[in-house]
C-alpha cells in the first residue's frame, strides 16, 4: 500500500478535524455527525481511522483527568 499523498493527508485530517469538532459540540447526540463519519472513513486510510479512535479516546480521558473529573470503577481489581 503506498502512503497518501500531501492532498489525501490533509483531507484526510480535514475531514477527522470536523468530525471531532461535531463531537466536540453534539456531546449529548453524537448521531448527529453521521455524515461527518462517513467523510471521515471514506477519506481515510482504516488504519489511520483506528489510530485516531483510539487518539480521541484517550485525549479525553486524560482532559478528563488532569480535570480531576475522572471517577475509577468501584470494583475491586481481580488478579
Request: hydrophobic fraction near 25%.
Amino acid at each position: 500500500m503506498a502512503a497518501p499523498s500531501m492532498k489525501e493527508r490533509q483531507a484526510c485530517w480535514g475531514a477527522r478535524d470536523e468530525y471531532w469538532k461535531c463531537l466536540d459540540e453534539n456531546t449529548e447526540d453524537a448521531s448527529q455527525c453521521k455524515k461527518l463519519r462517513s467523510s471521515f472513513e471514506s477519506s481515510c486510510p482504516q488504519q489511520w481511522i483506528k489510530y485516531f479512535d483510539k487518539r480521541r479516546d484517550y485525549l479525553k480521558f486524560k482532559e478528563k483527568f488532569e480535570a480531576g473529573q475522572f471517577q475509577p470503577s468501584k470494583t475491586p481489581a481481580k488478579s
